[in-house]
């Protein structure tokens, strides 16, 4: 029995020096100085704002994870798992969020940035569901206080007595900061509550206090419970090299392992093992540090709170108001839910509101905030012009140089596309996902948005993928980290302008009688650059530079050749190529597979990417046009209207009845290259079709055809028709996407709801495939408990990323918009 015993403790030994070999290997130079990028909103709404949005679970890698919107500062994590054998804790623990855990499901039930939510996690594999109330309580001048309740319930089917670990992480990085863990009544433990003090330069003085909460504290009455004392907390103070603090669970198993090693070196490993919880609880060792880990062992269900408590808010928080901001929390957010995102027929039953409560709050409760270094490619090589034949080969010879450094470090605010397997921040999703948050809350999107274009360089570009710092990398494989200056990705940023500038326009002289003035509690914050439209405007004008220098850089950086190969087109100017394509993908244009002209070509043009340009000239003729800049509506609107004739004249197939994207064939003449899918949709997808466009027609007819894009989960990504369908890695060649159906959606709305010769066609399509996708995205969450990336088209089961609570949360906004199916068809009755 015990050399069983002892074998278990060498199994458990060799994975743990694996882990910490780990963690010697990740250092990164510390960085030098801070970007806070520039304020935008100087005035005292932006102040408000900041100290309304400091706190949040900002750390969406992790399961739970709370932090402040400061570059170094107090970050906290928490890690949980059942221990009922010697090597059962390596493979329970839980901390970042990961697809292969076994979970049923996890994430916001609800949540609001400006207030918090309730997380649970269906941890079937640990035998309980785990409960992260969290809530912000404003105040002071550094943000605010906060607090969290963390309930563990076992499943029906788990032994009564089980056991479970919990450690809360808590680091302090910053030159000037300090963090210490108070001694208890007694050396080895905490019978009582454990309290953390800390002071730093943008936090100020606080206190962090860690409950004891209730549950059974099991027993031993093994030698070594003099020394490692049951039915207590036990706390480690720990100092480590900053760039090393974020590896928490290595950081735990090194100490966990000098408890074990303790043992062994005692002898008790072969004479008498302590229970395995007794074990795994590390030597109580509280002071001064950068890193303390508060543990706690329990017998069956339990709850404890952690409670932030900033000194300048004033009152220190206490679980009594924690339970009470809990309730109204929930309060105010089924409130706000039920007025912001009511679902509208045929989605007006209960089990649609709890999905889309579920949806948004995933999307929105998976804001992060990020910090750190970059690593981008400035090489400039002549290859990455890619203007000969074969560039791609070039282009990936150059590469192979390896000229990347790190750059920054850089901030970004962002929501993400999902928590396990893309946390961090995607440049063509975020425009999606703003579209729901837009509406829950403007002034956080604007907060985002700016953070978005802080990341800006002087050219104009910004990196499509942000993998900021070491913890951020450590999700990425190599050869996807590097960010090279010349690639592009659809700029769905300025959809939400758009959107910001419509809702300004409504608002605008609209408002009821006092309520223009700005007042401090959160709802108002959430609408504050609406409700005082000379905020939202003022707004507008410092962005409007930026949107125009990266206007500015896709038309240089991405130019495509019409000139040289004798094409007919009205403009000489308006035709685009994505740089960084190969024979097989086109990341670059996000739609990665989709297939393209063969092989590339210098010659070649895309048709989604002139459609992109469009859409921002569109946008900045708009956003001009609000800032009462006359000169510049004129200008943006010729070049739009260039667009709008070379999308025609460069890209329309008379014979395929869509537009195509065009390339030089063997005797060096244009060629359309015609595969029916999403791009053949693109121009009428960004919103540059009107409604009496003599093209129009061809292209419901292709979205509406079964054997062709419709299917009953939504519109397919290539048509079953195409060669291509279906095969390779399929990443774009069949599956249902929801951001470009949402496109789609609302295009078909738009045409369903004007006079025009397709008015009718547009409003059965429309109410078909509304209809079809949220009952597509909503059976996949019911099934398996979660939102995925995208969904079969013959099944309708959702596949590939799991937790893709990104733009599939678009369901949201879908559910809410009009329904035309009840009053349309009365119309048509009226008609006839
Ligand atoms: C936001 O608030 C924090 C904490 O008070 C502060 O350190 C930071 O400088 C503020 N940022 C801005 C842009 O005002
Ligand atoms: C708001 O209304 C004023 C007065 O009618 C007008 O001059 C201004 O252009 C409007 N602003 C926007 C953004 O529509």
């Known amino acids: 029995m015990a050399s069983g015993r002892q074998l278990s403790f060498v199994l458990a030994f060799c994975w743990l020096n694996a882990l910490l070999a780990g963690l010697g290997l990740a250092t990164t130079a510390a960085a030098s100085t801070t970007d806070d990028g520039e304020p935008i909103l100087h005035s005292e709404i932006g102040r408000q704002n900041n100290q309304s949005l400091l706190w949040g679970p900002y750390r969406p890698n992790l399961y739970f994870g709370v932090r402040p919107r400061i570059p170094k500062s107090l970050m906290t994590g928490l890690m949980w798992g059942k221990i009922e054998s010697y090597t059962d804790f390596q493979h329970t623990v839980r901390y970042t969020c990961e697809q292969n855990e076994g979970m049923k499901g996890y994430g916001w039930e609800e949540y609001d940035p400006r207030r918090g939510g309730i997380q649970t996690i269906h941890d079937i594999q640990n035998g309980l569901d785990l409960t992260t109330s969290f809530v912000k ?22 032994p009564k007595d089980q056991k479970t670990i919990v450690a809360f992480y808590v680091t302090q990085e910053g030159d000037d900061s300090e963090l210490q863990a108070l001694k208890g009544e007694d050396d080895n433990g ?54 090393q603090i974020w590896q928490a669970k290595p950081i735990l198993f090194r ?19 302590p229970p395995p919880w007794q074990v795994y609880m590390l030597t109580n060792r509280p002071g001064a540090g950068n890193v303390h880990i508060v543990q706690k062992v329990f017998e069956g269900d339990f709850e404890f709170d952690v409670i932030f408590s900033s000194e300048s808010a004033g009152k220190e928080l206490t679980s009594a108001d924690l339970s009470r901001e809990i309730k109204e929390t929930t309060e105010s957010f089924g409130e706000r839910f039920s007025s912001v995102f009511a679902p509208k027929a045929p989605f007006n039953a209960d089990k649609f509101k709890k999905f889309g409560r579920s949806m948004f709050s995933n999307l929105i409760g998976g804001i992060g905030y990020f910090y750190g270094q970059s690593v981008v490619d400035r090489s400039y090589a002549p290859e990455y012009d890619e203007e000969n034949e074969g560039f791609w080969e070039e282009t990936a010879e150059a590469r192979a140089r390896n000229q990347q450094a790190l750059e920054g470090p850089y901030e970004l605010f962002t929501s993400i ?33 700016k953070s978005w274009f802080n990341l800006m360089d002087e050219d104009g570009w910004i990196g499509r993928e942000q993998i900021l710092g070491a913890e951020a990398r450590s999700k990425v494989p190599g050869e996807f980290q590097t960010q090279y200056p ?14 910001f500038v419509e809702k300004l326009r409504k608002t605008n002289g609209s408002l009821p009688a006092g309520r223009e003035h700005l007042s401090q509690d959160d709802a108002s914050l959430a609408t504050a650059s609406l409700d005082n439209p000379e905020v939202g405007l003022e707004y507008l004008r410092r962005l409007y530079p930026l949107l125009q220098r990266q206007f500015n850089w896709f038309r240089r950086t991405q130019a495509g050749d019409i000139k040289s190969y004798e094409r007919e087109a009205r403009s000489s100017k308006e035709g685009y190529r994505w740089r960084g394509r190969t024979t097989t993908h086109c990341l670059t244009s996000g739609l990665d597979d989709y297939p393209r002209p063969q092989p590339p070509h210098p010659g070649e043009l895309h048709v989604d990417l002139l459609s992109w340009v469009g859409a921002m000239a569109k946008s900045l003729a708009n956003i001009g046009d609000a800032l009462g800049l006359a000169q510049d509506v004129d200008t943006y609107n010729k070049i739009l209207t260039a667009v709008e004739h070379n999308l025609d004249d460069l890209h329309w197939s008379a014979r395929d009845g869509c537009y195509c994207d065009a390339t030089i064939d063997d005797f060096e003449e244009n060629k359309l290259v015609c595969h029916k ?9 960004t919103g540059l079709l009107k409604a ?17 894009l419709w299917s009953p989960h939504g519109l397919r990504s290539l048509s079953k028709a195409d060669e291509f369908y279906g095969t390779a890695e399929n990443y774009w060649r069949s599956p249902v996407w929801i951001n470009i159906n949402y496109l789609a959606i609302v295009q078909l709305y738009n045409v369903a709801t004007q006079d025009g010769p397709h008015k009718e066609t547009a409003r059965d399509l429309y109410s078909r495939l509304r209809r079809n996708i949220v009952d597509t995205v909503y059976q996949s969450w019911e099934e398996t408990g979660f939102a995925w990336e995208q969904y079969n088209p013959e099944t309708g089961k959702g596949q590939r990323t799991q937790h893709f609570t990104g733009w599939t949360s678009l369901v949201v906004k879908i559910m809410a918009m009009e329904d035309l199916e009840g009053p349309g068809q009365q119309r048509v009755r009226d008609e006839l």
Do not use: C
């Open 137 to 158: 309580v404003p105040g002071g001048a550094h943000g605010g206080s906060w607090a969290a309740r963390i309930k563990g319930v076992l499943n029906e089917d788990a």
């Open 677 to 685: 899918g999403y791009i053949s949709l693109f121009p009428f997808l």
């Open 417 to 449: 596309p999902s928590r396990p397997f893309f946390p961090r921040g995607f440049l063509w999703d975020e425009g999606f996902h703003l579209l729901p948050i837009a509406d829950w809350d403007i002034d956080l999107t604007l907060e985002i948005v």
């Open 486 to 499: 010349h690639y592009a990705n659809p700029p769905t940023l300025f959809l939400v302008i758009d959107a």
């Open 692 to 708: 009496d466009s003599p093209r129009l027609g061809k292209l419901l007819q292709l979205m509406g055809d079964e054997d062709e």
């Open 255 to 273: 100490q966990l392992k000098e408890g074990v090693d303790w043992l062994v070196e005692n002898k008790y490993d072969v004479q008498d093992p």
């Open 190 to 243: 905490y019978e009582g509550d454990v309290t953390l003090k800390g002071h730093s330069e943008s936090l100020g003085n606080y206190k962090l206090v860690v409950t004891k909460g209730e549950g059974i504290q099991p027993k031993s009455d093994h030698d070594i419970s003099t020394i490692r004392g049951p039915g207590q907390t036990v706390v480690q103070s720990l100092t480590y090299p900053e760039e």
